[in-house]
Nanobody, 126 residues
Framework: QVQLVESGGGLVQAGGSLRVSCAASGRTFRNYAMGWFRQAPGKERELVAAISSGGSAYAADSVKGRFTISRDNAKNTVYLQMNSLKPEDTAVYYC????????????????????WGQGTQVTVSS
């Protein structure tokens, strides 16, 4: 069992930057693949970025070149650095974890993840 707590959301102007963090409980964080998803009102939850337990990263086309996912296994934390934010990035951002052997495999669909955080609101004003 792992608990995920997101932080760092807020209100930012278009073109600005924000970093959201997700702290995980437990002592086996290195054996979890992690993902950041977002959900805007009236829309389905979508993958923003994912990172394997071994550190291989993936970013959705809509955020590629603007958002970067990273992890610090010593701090049991995964980060999402968001630059050049746009109003369409406004959503609740969720952190997710999937227990997996140490590997380069990341996961792209919500159903593949075992644990979820409570979400943090990111609002980008125009």
């Amino acid at each position: 069992q792992v608990q995920l707590v997101e932080s760092g959301g807020g209100l930012v102007q278009a073109g600005g930057s924000l970093r959201v963090s997700c702290a995980a409980s437990g002592r086996t964080f290195r054996n979890y693949a992690m993902g950041w998803f977002r959900q805007a009102p009236g829309k389905e939850r979508e993958l923003v970025a994912a990172i394997s337990s071994g550190g291989s990263a993936y970013a959705a086309d809509s955020v590629k070149g603007r958002f970067t996912i990273s992890r610090d296994n010593a701090k049991n934390t995964v980060y999402l650095q968001m630059n050049s934010l746009k109003p369409e990035d406004t959503a609740v951002y969720y952190c997710a974890a999937k227990r997996t052997p140490f590997s380069s495999t990341y996961y792209r669909t919500p159903d593949e993840y075992d644990y979820w955080g409570q979400g943090t609101q990111v609002t980008v004003s125009s």
